[in-house]
């Protein structure tokens, strides 16, 4: 992007006015973005570390994507226009004014705004956060908090099912037991039946056989005669 004439005098004032104080501004600037970076860094981390908490666990949520869409939207909302038309100047500055420090005053000129525009600008984000996290609420979680107590439902239908079959089965096992004992019972009692039947047959042969040697030893062949 080329650099308008009139931005050029303001970056070359910007440059003559701050260069005594460079040095230590930058420094300052630099440790503020070190800093930043760090937070950032062991906020990820704790995300990172709560997640792995829970293995196998899934929100359903594509994170990655959640968060582009998200400031995307913080981006596009004309609230953020000035810092963003700020952010703009100063990049395209950035080659002719290395220093920081030095490049977002001369954007600041070049934009013809000021600080509290642009940390207002920047500030919109929490506008489109609290919306979101709305629109979150209204959909995400009420949904699946719906799911979530349908299932409970369907877990407390299950519990009383299970608990009616597990009365029945001791019903059962009860009237189960009682047959085994009647086949038992029934099964020993035929068994003496049969041998009391046999007891009594072989009695009454031994009977009659004797009857029959008695009437064939006394009466012999005059019987027919």
């Given at each position: 992007m080329k650099i308008p004439e009139g931005l050029k005098k303001v970056v070359n004032l910007v440059i003559v006015d701050e260069s005594a104080a460079s040095a230590p501004?930058?420094?300052e600037t630099e440790s503020d973005s070190s800093a930043s970076a760090q937070n950032t860094q062991g906020a990820t981390q704790g995300n990172q570390a709560a997640s792995a908490g829970q293995p196998g666990v899934n929100s359903g949520i594509d994170v990655a994507d959640l968060e582009?869409?998200?400031?995307?939207?913080i981006q596009d909302n004309p609230a953020y226009a000035p810092?963003?038309?700020?952010?703009?100047m100063s990049q395209s500055i950035a080659a002719a004014?290395?220093?920081?420090?030095?490049?977002y005053r001369a954007a600041l000129l070049g934009?013809?705004?000021?600080?509290?525009?642009?940390?207002?600008?920047v500030n919109s984000h929490a506008d489109v956060l609290a919306k979101e996290q709305q629109n979150f609420a209204a959909a995400f979680v009420v949904r699946s908090e719906a799911?979530?107590?349908s299932l409970r439902e369907q877990e407390t239908s299950l519990n009383e099912e299970i608990g009616a079959l597990a009365?029945?089965?001791a019903e059962k096992n009860a009237k189960k037991d009682e047959v085994s004992k009647s086949i038992t019972s029934k099964t020993a009692g035929l068994a003496k039946a049969k041998i009391d039947f046999e007891s009594v047959r072989t009695t009454l042969v031994q009977k009659y056989?004797?009857?029959v040697k008695k009437l064939q030893g006394y009466l012999g062949d005059s019987a027919h005669g």
């Open positions: 501004a930058t420094a582009k869409r998200i400031d995307t939207l810092y963003r038309a700020f952010a703009e004014v290395p220093d920081e420090q030095q490049r934009v013809k705004t000021n600080l509290d525009a642009l940390l207002g600008a799911e979530i107590a009365r029945q089965l056989y004797g009857i």
